[in-house]
């Protein structure tokens, strides 16, 4: 079962626009933590963001902002006026404890941006 | 530079022959992953270990093997029983191995691996 659900294959905006993000997430865990990375055309993922399970208070860093709402399971991601410079495939991630000393991070199929000029 | 080094940055090999992938890193982190990135598709986990001379397999481990002989290297070799290698291979590191963490990775360069 997929564990990370990114229900936007593609989105394409024009400069100054906000983006918006989509995350959904599965987890049978109380402690957990939810991340965005972003992957820009040259390959490597950046970490942006990073979330605690029991910390649902959202936040703004810059122009990203982050909405986490653990009722519906959801951890949503905001560019705002978005630039040419954040096109990239923004992939979202659960990273949960399989057992006591096994943790990994399971990855959404992620959501490639488009930011046109 | 402290950091996560792939090399080569793009791999050529002809179908039937082992290709082994580098990972060096020098963040002195303890756990060490690789993935696999196929076109439209998140990052799938391979091999990680979170220890020195220990690893284990992730969900797609068939065709591939590992070691962790020194905590700075993980090395990944896609063997000729890999049914399908072409792909964008991803190591990371993490700081925490048996000691427990739930904290980002951090991701290298990557490397193209391109079998024909």
């Known amino acids: 079962a997929q564990k990370v659900t990114q229900a936007q294959t593609e989105i394409s905006v024009v400069e100054k626009e906000d983006v918006t993000l989509d995350c959904v997430y599965e987890?049978?865990?109380?402690?957990?933590?939810l991340f965005w990375y972003k992957q820009p055309p040259s390959g490597e993922l950046v970490f942006l963001i990073r979330?605690?399970?029991?910390?649902?208070q959202n936040e703004i860093s810059g122009r990203y902002s982050w909405n986490f709402q653990k009722s519906t399971s959801s951890f949503n991601f905001t560019i705002t006026a978005s630039q040419v410079v954040d096109s990239a495939v923004y992939f979202c991630?659960?990273?949960?404890?399989?057992?006591?000393?096994?943790?990994?991070?399971?990855f959404g199929a992620g959501t490639t941006v488009t930011v046109r000029a | 530079d402290g950091g996560i080094t792939q090399s080569p940055k793009y791999l050529f090999r002809k179908e039937g022959q082992n290709v082994t992938l580098s990972c060096e890193q020098n963040?002195?982190?303890?756990?060490m992953y690789w993935y696999r990135q196929d076109p439209g598709q998140g990052l799938r986990l391979i091999y990680y270990?979170?220890?020195?001379?220990?690893?284990q397999k992730g969900d797609i481990a068939e065709g591939y093997s590992v070691s962790r002989e020194k905590k700075e290297s993980f090395p990944l070799t896609v063997t000729s029983a890999q049914k399908n290698p072409t792909a964008f291979y991803l190591c990371?590191?993490?700081?925490?191995?048996?000691?427990?963490?739930?904290?980002?990775?951090?991701f290298g360069p990557g490397t193209r691996l391109t079998v024909t």
């Open positions: 990371a590191t993490h700081p925490s191995g048996l000691a427990g963490g739930l904290g980002e990775q951090y």
């Open positions: 270990s979170q220890i020195v001379n220990d690893f």
């Open positions: 991630a659960l990273s949960e404890a399989q057992s006591t000393n096994d943790y990994k991070l399971s």
């Open positions: 963040l002195n982190h303890d756990a």
């Open positions: 987890t049978r865990d109380t402690t957990y933590y």
């Open positions: 979330r605690n399970s029991f910390d649902e």
